[in-house]
């Protein structure tokens, strides 16, 4: 799998737009990239995916560069729930590829 | 969420003994994955299982086994519990197509004294 480098951490003021870099530049073809995020003792969050093109859901949005090298996870109005480690993984989907966790960002949202 | 239940929630156990976590589903997902989280370590996989009685090992599977007999429900046992085992035990589920995202449980606080 890719390595990917994500700063150490983040602040976002409240009701603004949280957006987390990630750099992926030996990204496969066929790998995609994940985002999860892991609220203190809780079990990790699946949040998006996508492989090329932009990808939105009930959370968040994702935006991969056009050569996939890096991409942005955007939480378009964070509030202090969003405070978390935000991880970004780049694997090829398969039922037997475990996920590997680096050390991620963490998003501090401030009131 | 992602219908997923472990039990129990929190347990103290002693050194020897055997011990049994239960992750349950109610999405009908293909792939269950045990993982366990330590400080320095992050996630690791223990065992996975792609179906009903269809298992295999994660990179830390030493000490552990796993069992699955209904598609909802993924057992981990711990055959003889050591202080090394004194972790957070993380269920996980995957649907099996598409992006293979996976969906984790609240986890299980296990300590063995």
């Known amino acids: 799998d890719a390595k990917t480098t994500q700063p150490t951490s983040m602040d976002c003021a409240e009701g603004r737009a949280a957006n987390l870099p990630c750099n992926h530049s030996t990204i496969s073809g066929n790998e995609y990239v994940y985002w999860y995020r892991q609220i203190h003792s809780q079990g990790p969050q699946y949040i998006i995916h996508?492989?090329?093109n932009n990808e939105t859901n009930e959370m968040a949005s994702l935006i991969i560069t056009e050569d996939r090298k890096s991409s942005t996870l955007i939480l378009p109005h964070a509030t202090l729930r969003d405070t978390a480690v935000y991880y970004c993984?780049?694997?090829?989907?398969?039922?037997?590829?475990?996920?590997?966790f680096g050390k991620g960002t963490r998003l501090s949202v401030i009131a | 969420d992602a219908g997923i239940t472990q039990s129990p929630r929190h347990k103290v156990t002693e050194t020897g003994t055997p011990v049994t976590l239960r992750c349950h589903q109610t999405?009908?997902?293909?792939?269950m994955y045990w993982y366990r989280q330590d400080p320095g370590h992050g996630l690791r996989l223990i065992h996975y299982?792609?179906?009903?009685?269809?298992?295999d090992k994660g990179e830390v599977s030493d000490g552990y086994s796993v069992s699955r007999s209904k598609t909802e429900d993924f057992l981990l046992t711990l055959e003889s519990a050591t202080s090394s085992q004194t972790s957070v035990y993380f269920c996980?589920?995957?649907?099996?197509?598409?992006?293979?995202?996976?969906?984790f449980g609240p986890g299980t606080r296990l300590t063995v004294t």
């Open positions: 999405e009908n997902h293909r792939y």
């Open positions: 299982s792609y179906g009903v009685k269809d298992t």
């Open positions: 993984i780049v694997r090829a989907p398969s039922g037997n590829t475990p996920l590997v």
């Open positions: 996508g492989l090329k």
């Open positions: 996980a589920i995957s649907p099996g197509t598409g992006g293979y995202e996976q969906y």
